[in-house]
């Protein structure tokens, strides 16, 4: 799962109803990995359209979100505003699973 030179690690489709795991990532922790599905998920439940978590060339996780050009449900403010909220509230998770990527995938 490579998206334009970035690493993807995961995503959850709120329009598949579907979450994504990339395969070069199973040595992780199944706890992490089952976290990562949760928050993943409840996103694209609460907010609509497309999370990916992904690693930048430099090793940083960045949270993405795509939208369907016909998805006017998709909550813009909202998205912004629950990013924040994931970062906050799993900074140390993110913090560990870029140690990892940059670690064994650098």
């Given amino acids: 799962m490579y998206n334009n030179e970035n690493i993807v690690l995961c995503a959850s489709s709120a329009y598949e109803k579907k979450f994504f795991f990339n395969s070069d990532f199973e040595a992780l922790p ?22 990916r978590l992904e690693f930048d060339d430099e090793g940083n996780l960045l949270l993405k ?26 900074k140390d998770l993110f913090e560990s699973i870029e140690l990892y990527f940059q670690t064994f995938f650098l």
């Fill in 30 to 51: 199944e706890q992490i990995k089952q976290e990562l599905n949760i928050l993943s998920v409840l996103y694209t439940e609460d907010i609509g359209g497309v999370l």
């Fill in 65 to 90: 979100t795509e939208v369907s050009e016909d998805d006017f449900s998709f909550d813009e403010i909202g998205s912004a505003l629950k990013i924040k909220e994931l970062r906050r509230n799993h």
